[in-house]
């Protein structure tokens, strides 16, 4: 792989830019492959990224049934923070979160991280008791946030209205180190990182069966024949409870659509992130100036990539309030994605019935700032066989009752 660079640059404009590789191969499948992963989102990715890197494991295909990156992963709003309840989230959160930090150099590709820190407004006493507590919580953790007066919000976001007349901004909990990053180029640069040490990204190859013997999976059925592999892992977001009634167990979560939308681009106005749980909106604004709104999850399982249309007239009329100065903005464009959703808010990395398949899922609305932990986890977990970061977010929690309640820091409300 050329490195990317200043030099590179200055080089490819001195010779028309004739000279640009394709950043990841499209290989034909291999027969078999010690490792395959189901779906080139970003936590597929970032799994065999780090199943190279960390444990020189390069056998590895990553079938993907669309194309890279088009599934959650370059449908999200790109939020990342940290500032979850249970130690175990704030373990895998941060590690994620401060691997974000680097991970442009890491990858030689520009993920446009920045870190203009997140804001969770308090609109309500029961947020209030609630983020204090996430407060302390997270001070006791090592994660960096803080409690702050509706004063000190109203400076950090000067375009809130803070005196709303249903919700009046109460204080907020805030973490300076939280952002965002470009979600497409977090797929790309894992991919090309990937292809580089010698791993076929697949696109276009639907995952239709997977066959086991004895107990233990030795292949899957693909729309383009039948593949083998010594591991398994399903990764594949809204799509999980499709692929474990493919190996014949089942998984305690529902698939629901989530939408988002951005404005027309207006001049530089706001300079950090704000999520509004009570009233149900997220608001970042873009670097093209567009203003991304996310909004809540469909009341019913679904598979549709939209969401639907009472929830856009929602999300707007609770942002409205919350940030009048929107109101004459025009949307430019709607999608939805298809989100997990675990009972208790938290995601499962896990080992499951059939021996040697694992899964990673049950991100639910925020599984978008975990992809680099959880990717270094799973591939922990797969390569060794346990991972301190994934201890806690196994299957078996739902059969044993240790659930990890994330309700509060999951952000939109389910
Ligand atoms: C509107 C919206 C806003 C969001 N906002 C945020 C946010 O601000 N911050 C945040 O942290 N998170 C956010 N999220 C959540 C986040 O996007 C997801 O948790 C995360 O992207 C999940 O990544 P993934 O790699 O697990 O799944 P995906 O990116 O969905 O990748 C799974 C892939 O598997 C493929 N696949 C499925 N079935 C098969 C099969 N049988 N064979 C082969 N391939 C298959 C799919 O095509 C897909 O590409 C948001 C989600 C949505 C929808």
């Not at 302390?136 to 005196?163: S, Y």
């Not at 704000?274 to 598979?303: F, L, R």
């Not at 007239?313 to 939805?336: C, D, H, N, Y």
Request: hydrophobic share 35%.
């Amino acid at each position: 792989m050329k490195r990317y660079s200043v030099f590179a640059i200055a080089r490819e404009a001195a010779r028309y830019h004739d000279g640009w590789e394709r950043a990841w191969r499209s290989p034909e499948p291999k027969r078999r492959y010690d490792v395959i992963i189901v779906g080139a989102g970003g936590h597929g990715l970032a799994t065999a990224y780090y199943l190279g890197k960390n444990h020189g494991i390069t056998n590895v295909a990553v079938m993907e049934k669309g194309w890279l990156g088009g599934g959650n992963t370059g449908r999200n709003t790109t939020i990342i923070r940290s500032n979850y309840l249970q130690d175990p989230s704030a373990a895998i959160y941060e590690k994620s979160r401060s691997l974000y930090e680097t991970l442009s150099q890491e990858l030689n590709y520009n993920v446009m991280f920045s870190p203009r820190g997140v804001l969770m407004l308090a609109q309500t006493h029961h947020e209030v008791r609630g983020y204090k507590r996430t407060a302390h919580a997270n001070g006791l953790q090592g994660v960096r946030t803080e409690w702050v007066d509706p004063a000190r919000v109203k400076e950090l976001c000067p375009i809130m209205n803070i005196h709303g007349p249903r919700y009046p901004v109460l204080g907020g909990l805030w973490q300076s180190r939280g952002g965002t990053a470009r979600h497409d180029a977090v797929a790309w640069g894992y991919a090309r990182a990937c292809s580089d040490m010698g791993m076929d990204i697949i696109q276009k190859c639907e995952v239709t069966g997977i066959d086991t013997d004895g107990g233990k999976v030795v292949a899957v059925e693909t729309t383009r024949g039948r593949i083998e592999c010594g591991q398994l892992a399903g990764i594949v977001a809204g799509h999980s409870s499709v692929l474990a009634e493919m190996a014949g167990f089942r998984l305690p979560l529902e698939s629901v659509p989530l939408q988002a939308l951005v404005s027309e681009p207006i001049k530089p106005c706001m300079d950090i992130v704000v999520m509004a749980n009570t009233v149900h909106g997220y608001m970042s604004q873009s670097d093209k100036g567009e203003m991304v709104i996310g909004g809540g999850t469909d009341g019913y399982v679904g598979y549709t990539q939209r969401g639907s249309f009472h929830h856009i007239e929602e999300t707007l009329r609770a942002l409205v309030e919350t940030f009048p100065m929107i109101s004459r903005l025009k949307m430019l464009r709607q999608w939805g994605g298809i989100v997990d959703v675990t009972g208790d808010r938290s995601p499962i990395l896990s080992k499951t019935p059939v021996e040697g398949m694992f899964l990673n899922c049950g991100w639910g609305t925020g599984g978008f700032k975990a992809i680099p932990g959880s990717g270094w986890a799973m591939a922990e977990l797969m390569a060794k066989g346990h991972s301190p970061l994934t201890a806690e977010f196994g299957l078996e929690r739902f059969r044993e009752g240790r659930f990890i309640d994330e309700s509060v820091a999951a952000g939109v409300a389910h």
